[in-house]
């Protein structure tokens, strides 16, 4: 027999894994909590087609796009609490991170929330961490206050970084729910209640941004439960875990802690974490808001006054302050007079600004192009270009040089 050629349109073909995704999304409205945030109503500032999603859903592409950034790659050498010390077992950012995303999906997954959307804010809530740490964020801060730039913070930075910098300028086209909550995630503010901020677009997020860059002291709520989960969490990771590092560097010993603290958290880091996330998630089933009870709200508060006074102002003597701020100053400096001089043998250059895109290049001063490379920077990479630029380089010979008269 033979085919029939008409002028009929043809049905195109269904993928398969698409067909799978959507019946995901749709699914999420049986399976998850109703005060969770589907995939489906992720908003992006750029349209995008649905095969560039493919088989992954919303919040799940946006995790990819956070685990493929060039900035995700560097939490690899960035100090969490502790820099300048030789000990491999002592904390750095890359493991917050995990320990943050394993503890919120944790959290997430009791809660009937959404843990793709968990899972993006907590990988890419620390992205725009300076080098050294809170210190070094506050040199950084110093120095863009001397050059207009106004406060430097570093949950500010990391959506600049994924919106701004990431693929040479044109950024990740991260969705809305997850940009906000890595802005909102600063969980050194202690909270035992988060109710979520729910009426969120891209134009109130801007407006949080430009207000909290003046107002670096500005409480600002994430728009989901998730991103109230994320900043939770952010406090539970790192709080029993600065602990244990404390510890084991013999800046404190455990029957230093409050007693109090002990006796309701426990004086573990496991335990503390286990007690938190029980009480959180215990204190949270079936409400539209994530709280701790008042007894172990109380406790964690103090817990975090204890670790700011005990650990976090101390002046350790491997520490080296005063060298690492001075750097600091002298290579921001360096970076700027090569900028104003157009000198493109420079590294800013070479190692940042090559390919950069007109987007972002016709949009940022030089000091801003300045802060933008130093804050991206590890640790080690910031000691090496100290190194290469501030410090004298012996020549090792002489040849070619005039002989003496």
Known sequence: ???????????????????????????ERERLSPWACLSLNAV??????????????????????????????????????????????????????????????????????????IEAISLGHDIGHAPFGHDGERFLSELSHQYGLGNFLHSLQSVRALEKIEKKGKGCNLSLQVLDGILCHNGEIHNQVLHPDRQKDFQKLDKQMRDNKIDPSMDIYPMTMEGCVVRMADTISYIGRDIE????????????????????LGETNGTIVYTLVD?????????????????????????????????????????????????????????????EKGNESSDIYKEFLEGMSSEYTDNTSNAGVVRDFIAGMTDEYFLNQCQKHLIPQIKTSLFGLPEAP
């Open 245 to 264: 590092d404390a510890i084991r560097l013999r800046l404190i010993r455990r029957m230093d802690l409050p007693e109090d603290c002990r006796r309701i």
């Open 279 to 339: 009480d959180l998630v215990a204190n949270s089933l079936e409400k539209p808001h994530i709280c701790f009870s008042e007894e172990v709200g109380n406790a964690l508060n103090n817990l975090k006054e204890f670790n700011r006074e005990r650990i976090y102002k101390t002046d350790l003597p491997w520490k080296q302050t005063k060298k690492i701020e001075l750097m600091f100053k002298l290579l921001f400096q360096r970076y700027y007079d090569d900028l």
């Open 1 to 27: 027999m033979k085919e029939r050629r008409g002028t009929a349109t043809s049905i195109p073909e269904v993928n398969p894994l698409h067909k799978m995704r959507d019946e995901l999304d749709i699914n």
């Open 44 to 117: 992006r500032r750029k349209e995008e087609d649905r095969i560039i999603k493919g088989h992954r859903q919303n919040f799940s592409l946006d995790t990819d796009r956070i685990l493929h950034s060039l900035a995700y790659s560097r939490y690899i050498d960035k100090t969490q609490v502790f820099y300048l010390v030789k000990n491999d077992h002592i904390t750095h950012r890359v493991l917050h991170v995990q320990l943050v995303s394993k503890i919120s999906r944790t959290i997430g997954r009791l809660l009937g929330l959404n843990e793709d959307l």
